[in-house]
Every structure is written in structure tokens, then in C-alpha cells.
């Protein structure tokens, strides 16, 4: 069992950037692909980044390709997303998971999420 809690986001305006962290519970936690998702009201969940366990793979989505870096520190079981140049297209509930693919699917565990909301 993993244990995520997302942190970092907040209220910016266009153009600003952020940096989401997600911290892990599991001293298993580099056994494990990480992944960034993200939900926009009235939208499905949708992939935005993953990272390898050992960081030698990174995957984006396109919207989010040259904006978004997705990154982890085994040593603190922490994965991030710097965000920049955000758009207010960019504004949505941003989930941190574990256990699935560099591509998106198959993820096991689920953070709670985080607000990110860009404003124009």
C-alpha cells in the first residue's frame, strides 16, 4: 500500500508557474513509476507526466510538452511538477499516483489531489 499527498497548488495568473510535490508513504516508493493526472470540472481524469523509477524515462502529455518537468528524489520519496508558463486551460485538480506506466495507465494508488487554478 502507497500513501500520496499532493501539495503546492494555489491561485496564479496566466503565465506563472508552480511546483507541485507529492510525498509517498512506501519505503517501496522507487520500486514505482510515478505519474501526474489531471481533472478539469466537467472533464475525465487525464495524463499529464510520468517518471520511471529510476528517472531514465519521462513521458508528457502534448498540451503539456516544454511547459511541464516531472521529477523525482528517491531519497525523500517525492515526486514534483514544475509547471510553467501555465494557462488558464491548465486550471484543474491535480493527482499524484503510483504503480502504473510511463504512458498512464495502470496506476494503483491515488493522491487526494491538489487545486491548481490559472486565471487570465
Known amino acids: 500500500q502507497v500513501q500520496l499527498v499532493e501539495s503546492g497548488g494555489g491561485l496564479v495568473q496566466a503565465g506563472d508557474s508552480l511546483r507541485l510535490s507529492c510525498a509517498a508513504s512506501a519505503r517501496t516508493f522507487l520500486m514505482y513509476t510515478m505519474g501526474w493526472f489531471r481533472q478539469a470540472p466537467g472533464k475525465e481524469r487525464e495524463f499529464v507526466a510520468a517518471v520511471s523509477w529510476n528517472a531514465g524515462s519521462t513521458y508528457y502529455a502534448d498540451s503539456v510538452k516544454g511547459r511541464f518537468t516531472i521529477s523525482r528524489d528517491n531519497a525523500k520519496n517525492t515526486v514534483y511538477l514544475r509547471m510553467n508558463s501555465l494557462k488558464p486551460e491548465d486550471t484543474a485538480v491535480y493527482y499524484c499516483?503510483?504503480?502504473?506506466?510511463?504512458?498512464?495507465?495502470?496506476?494503483?494508488?491515488w493522491g487526494q489531489g491538489t487545486q491548481v487554478t490559472v486565471s487570465s
Open positions: 499516483a503510483a504503480g502504473g506506466d510511463v504512458v498512464g495507465y495502470g496506476y494503483r494508488y
